[in-house]
């Protein structure tokens, strides 16, 4: 079965640093690209970052220079660290897989076939 589960959200003051998880089960994350979303309340999921199999790394504009998304092939888990946390980055977050070596670039929703449950960030003085 294949399965995402996320981890590592919270309720962090701006400026904070938190490290989100996503580990895999069912499947070995170096063969597909993945992405993060975040989902904010009255808002539709965006697109936050991607790593594609090719080595390559994609952030959207407003997170560029302050997140960066890596994969740790041997625990076959993918990593968001975000830094300089500010309040509008308050959402759940998600990561997302898509189809085993997908071409894929800017993390878009319709790209990814299947999800984990997500973890919240709030952050909040």
């Known amino acids: 079965q294949l399965q995402l589960v996320e981890s590592g959200g919270g309720l962090v003051q701006p400026g904070s640093s938190l490290r989100l998880s996503c580990a895999a089960s069912?499947?070995?994350?170096?063969?597909?690209?993945i992405g993060w979303f975040r989902q904010a309340p009255g808002k539709e999921r965006e697109g936050v970052s991607s790593?594609?199999?090719?080595?390559?790394?994609y952030y959207t504009e407003s997170v560029k220079g302050r997140f960066n998304i890596s994969r740790d092939i041997a625990k076959n888990t993918v990593y968001l660290q975000m830094n300089s946390l500010k309040p509008e980055d308050t959402a759940n977050y998600y990561c997302?897989?898509?189809?085993?070596?997908?071409?894929?670039?800017?993390?878009?929703?319709?790209?990814?076939?299947?999800w984990g449950q997500g973890t919240q960030v709030t952050v909040s003085s």
């Open positions: 997302a897989a898509a189809a085993p070596r997908a071409r894929v670039g800017m993390p878009r929703v319709r790209d990814y076939i299947f």
């Open positions: 069912g499947f070995t994350l170096y063969e597909r690209p």
């Open positions: 790593s594609t199999t090719a080595g390559d790394t």
